[in-house]
């Protein structure tokens, strides 16, 4: 079962009709329910302390008895896109889209991407998608297809302290056994050459982010 995430973040309508058709299981998150209001699109579960979504869209969805609350207060350890993705792993999801947890608060965006780790060690695919950018992490070796790509740039960015062994073949700019280190900004914005590009590494966790203008 594939899980759709839509969190609070800035989204795009167009973009979230998209997602909806491919996926089977929706999360919405807090003010992420105002996005699907305007589809009148019916999550399978809304998470969060209700904080910021608009009163009355919440009302309306509380009366489908159809969907699943989990509410939380304000005060708590973890964000609310971050319970989601839990609870996307806890319903063994094969794969994780989210929506929404990009946008002008740098801290919930840098903080969406680390919760990526929960989803890569359950072994579970899982991308944070806007306008510009799609996100992942991999701790594997990688062949990304130029035509599938979701924009012309490639960055590779360390989320370990290292990342050791790293050869990159099909890029504009090769390496071939190299150390990227955290704190360096040498793997940004590459770009596939051939027909396919292979990413490969023999220890450490790279942060990937496909992206356009």
Same mark, same amino acid.
Do not use: W
């Given at each position: 079962?594939?899980?759709? #995430? ?12 998209? $997602? ?10 807090? *003010? ?11 999550? !399978? ?13 919440? *009302?309306? $969805? ?22 989601? /993705?839990?609870?996307? #792993? ?13 946008? *002008? ?6 903080? !969406?991407?680390? #919760? ?10 899982? $991308? /944070?998608?806007?306008?510009? !950018? ?15 790509? $979701? ?14 062994? /790293? ?47």
């Amino acid at each position: 079962m594939e899980t759709l #995430i839509v969190s609070g973040g800035e989204i795009n309508i167009e973009n979230l009709k998209k $997602y909806i058709q491919e996926h089977q299981n929706i999360i919405a998150v807090d *003010k992420g329910l105002e996005a699907l209001y305007k589809l009148k699109i019916v999550p !399978n579960h809304v998470v969060g302390d209700f904080d910021s979504i608009d009163q009355e869209i919440l *009302k309306f $969805y509380q009366k489908k008895s159809e969907i699943i609350f989990h509410e939380f207060n304000s005060e708590k350890d973890n964000t609310d896109t971050d319970i989601a /993705l839990n609870l996307a #792993i806890k319903l063994k999801s094969s794969k994780i889209v989210i929506l929404g947890a990009l946008g *002008k608060r740098m801290d919930h965006a840098l903080a !969406n991407i680390h #919760i990526l780790k929960q989803a890569l060690d359950a072994k579970i695919p899982c $991308y /944070l998608i806007d306008d510009y !950018n799609k996100i992942y992490l991999t701790k594997n070796n990688l062949t990304i297809p130029k035509n599938q790509t $979701y924009g012309k740039y490639i960055s590779l960015i360390p989320m370990t302290t290292n990342v050791e062994g /790293l050869t990159l073949t099909g890029f504009k700019y090769p390496l071939k056994d190299a150390i990227l280190p955290i704190g360096v900004s040498l793997g940004i914005s590459n770009e596939i050459v051939e027909e396919s590009a292979n990413i490969q590494f023999e220890k450490g966790i790279l942060i990937v982010i496909e992206s356009r203008d």
